[in-house]
C-alpha cells in the first residue's frame, strides 16, 4: 500500500502539520489505526505534562539522599532517606551482597 502525506489539524492549537507517509507506514507497521490528533509540538508538550519533564519522557525524578556505602565507604546517592542502624549500600557493593543472598 503507498501511501501520501496528508494535512491535519491539531485537536489542541488548531494548526495544520503534516502526517508524512512515513509516519502513516509506523503507524500501520506498529497496529495503529488512529491518526495522530495533535501536532508534534501539542504532542511532545502532552507528554512532559504527563510523565514530567525530565529528557527520558519518563515520571520525574525522584529525590536521592547522600549516604555511604557500609561495604566500600564511598560516598553515593540513593533513591530513600536511610535509617539509623540500617546498611546502605552502593551500587556495586549492593549487586554483590545481593548475589551473596547476605540482603
Request: proline share 6%; aromatic share 12%.
Amino acid at each position: 500500500m503507498s501511501f501520501e502525506d496528508k494535512q491535519l489539524q491539531c485537536s489542541d492549537c488548531g494548526a495544520d502539520f503534516t502526517f508524512s507517509a512515513e509516519e502513516q507506514e509506523f503507524f500501520q507497521s506498529k497496529g495503529y489505526t488512529n491518526e495522530p490528533k495533535r501536532c508534534p509540538a501539542c504532542r511532545e508538550a502532552r507528554k512532559a505534562q504527563r510523565y514530567g519533564n525530565d529528557s527520558y519522557g519518563y515520571r520525574s525524578r525522584r529525590q536521592m539522599f547522600p549516604a555511604t556505602c557500609a561495604e566500600c565507604g564511598k560516598e553515593t546517592e540513593v533513591p530513600f532517606e536511610p535509617r539509623e542502624g540500617r546498611p546502605v549500600y552502593c551500587s556495586e557493593c549492593y549487586s554483590k551482597v545481593r548475589l551473596s543472598g547476605q540482603g
